[in-house]
């Protein structure tokens, strides 16, 4: 079974403030992504990276890939309160057609 | 719009009952979809594979004879949670592929029993 570690579980900050999410495992993953996730909705793709090594950037979040393609950050910079959310990494270490596995998530509070 | 649409939104039902949930693929035709349940602030956990024309796949400690999941057609997959008990209550999430391998989720189902 494949597992991905995510960290931290909860994190508070205040707006302005950097913050990065982290999702490791010990098993390779063809891709993966990163969701947001709103109370009571399903999860919205943010990124979806699938070569070791690449950054991708969606305004102030940047995702990145580790090289050996075990791990992913996201990197959230100048937090606002419309950050807050539940962050969640899942991947994909079969072929394509292949069920996504969940990260834990990360529940974000951003105050003004 | 939605691509994957999931019915009721919200369902509560009497303890030892039970409850189905649809999944719907809109305007494509889904052989594969999965399911997933959802406790208040915890993530997504895989609960079935769910197979057009053949049996589910189940993830390990999810009980298939509670957990009934029926894929009969390319856009249909039903989830009937059997003899329901308050511990089953949770967000329930379908999701399913479309042609190029994007995949999207249904909007989620929370079920109550009480």
């Known amino acids: 079974t494949q597992l991905l570690e995510q960290s931290p579980q909860f994190l508070s900050i205040q707006e302005g403030e950097n913050l990065t999410v982290y999702c490791n495992s010990s098993?390779?993953?063809?891709?993966l992504q990163w969701y947001r996730q709103e109370p009571g909705e399903g999860p919205v793709l943010l990124v979806t990276?699938?070569?070791?090594?690449e950054v991708k950037k969606l305004k102030r979040l940047t995702f990145q890939f580790g090289d050996a393609r075990k791990d992913s950050s996201l990197h959230i910079t100048a937090a606002q309160p419309g950050d807050t959310g539940l962050y969640l990494c899942?991947?994909?270490?079969?072929?394509?057609?292949?069920?996504?596995?969940f990260g834990k998530g990360t529940t974000l509070s951003v105050s003004s | 719009g939605a691509v994957v649409s999931q019915h009721p939104s919200r369902v509560i039902c009497k303890s030892g009952t039970s409850v189905k949930i649809e999944c719907r693929s809109l305007?494509?035709?889904?052989?594969?979809m999965f399911w997933y349940r959802q406790f208040p602030k915890q993530s997504l956990m895989l609960m079935a594979t769910s197979n057009e024309g053949s049996k589910a796949t189940y993830e390990q400690g999810v009980e298939k004879d509670k957990f009934l999941i029926n894929h009969a057609s390319l856009t249909l997959s039903t989830l009937t949670v059997t003899s329901a008990h308050p511990e089953d209550s949770s967000f329930y999430i379908c999701?399913?592929?479309?042609?190029?391998?994007?995949?999207?989720f249904g909007e989620g189902s929370w079920l109550t029993v009480v």
């Open positions: 305007d494509f035709q889904a052989t594969t």
């Open positions: 098993s390779v993953f063809s891709s």
């Open positions: 999701s399913a592929f479309l042609p190029g391998n994007t995949i999207y």
């Open positions: 899942a991947g994909r270490a079969g072929q394509a057609g292949t069920a996504l596995i």
């Open positions: 990276v699938v070569t070791g090594g």
